[in-house]
Each structure stands twice: as structure tokens, then as C-alpha cells.
């Protein structure tokens, strides 16, 4: 009986763990995105660049999924993200970017959350949309605030 007892116990707990485990990565999944450059229009903002970086299976580090914006300066406005190189089932590791939040000014990093509410994982066709909001802080300092829907 006490084996029957320990036994029950350990697979209660290989369950508990496997269902803990399973909310941790649950994640919402997105066919694409926008980086949107949420500063007033007239302010002079500009997004310079952005950045997307997964985790593949198999690699040794992020992988650049999507980068765009290369010698572009992005106006206040929304703008669609090519996702066409993103593997299918991945996760983001890395968002970030460079914005001057005045004209003339030196381009300030940002960093996007990638994690726990906005994680998310990539399937081609999928309805679903997650949203970077790039806009300028309190004293000088560049935010981002991710959103799906």
C-alpha cells in the first residue's frame, strides 16, 4: 500500500509540473505585426531601426527574424513588419531599435518585452497581430510597449 501511495504522489507531481510548465509557454499566436511609431505627429520622432530576433530549435542563439528600416527614418504612423522569414512555432528573444525623438538628435536604443504577457509564437496566416509601440518618455529616454490583438 505505501508504494501504491508513493507512486500516486510522484505522478500528482510529474502532473503538476507538466501543467505548470504548460501556462508558463502558453502564448498567443500572431501571423505578423506592426511597429508603430506612437510619438505626436509634428514632434519629429523617427524610428531608425528595429529589430526581431527568435529562438529556433537547433540554434545556438537568436536568430534575426525580421530587421527592417535599415537608412530609413520612420514618421509618427503605423507600419507593417515582414514576417516572411520568421520559421514557423517561434518565439521572440530580442525586439529593439534605435529612435531620435528629435530632429537632428542622436538615436536613442530601445528594448521591447519579450516575454510573459507578450509572448508569442509565429504561424503564418494567423489572424492575430502583435503591435510594437515605439514612443518617446520622460526625460529623454526611448519606450516600448507591445500589444496583440
Given at each position: 500500500m505505501i508504494?501504491?501511495?508513493?507512486?500516486s504522489i510522484l505522478l500528482g507531481c510529474v502532473g503538476a509540473l507538466l501543467c505548470i510548465n504548460s501556462?508558463?509557454?502558453a502564448a498567443s499566436?500572431?501571423?505578423?505585426?506592426?511597429?508603430?511609431?506612437?510619438?505626436?505627429?509634428?514632434?519629429?520622432?523617427?524610428?531608425?531601426a528595429f529589430a526581431l530576433s527568435v529562438q529556433q530549435e537547433g540554434s545556438k542563439g537568436p536568430v534575426p527574424c525580421v530587421a527592417s528600416l535599415i537608412n530609413?527614418?520612420?514618421?509618427?504612423?503605423?507600419?507593417?513588419?515582414?514576417?516572411?522569414?520568421?520559421?514557423?512555432?517561434?518565439?521572440?528573444t530580442l525586439a529593439n531599435g534605435l529612435m531620435?525623438?528629435?530632429?537632428?538628435?542622436?538615436?536613442?536604443?530601445?528594448?521591447?518585452?519579450?516575454?510573459?504577457?507578450?509572448q508569442w509564437v509565429y504561424q503564418q496566416g494567423a489572424p492575430a497581430k502583435v503591435t510594437y509601440n515605439v514612443y518617446p518618455g520622460n526625460q529623454g529616454q526611448v519606450l516600448c510597449q507591445v500589444t496583440i490583438k
Open positions: 508504494k501504491i501511495k508513493v507512486s501556462v508558463a509557454v499566436i500572431v501571423g505578423g505585426g506592426i511597429l508603430k511609431n506612437g510619438a505626436l505627429t509634428g514632434s519629429g520622432a523617427t524610428i531608425s530609413q527614418k520612420l514618421a509618427p504612423g503605423d507600419y507593417p513588419l515582414d514576417f516572411s522569414k520568421c520559421p514557423q512555432g517561434v518565439s521572440p531620435s525623438i528629435k530632429p537632428g538628435s542622436d538615436a536613442q536604443p530601445y528594448n521591447c518585452p519579450v516575454k510573459d504577457a507578450v
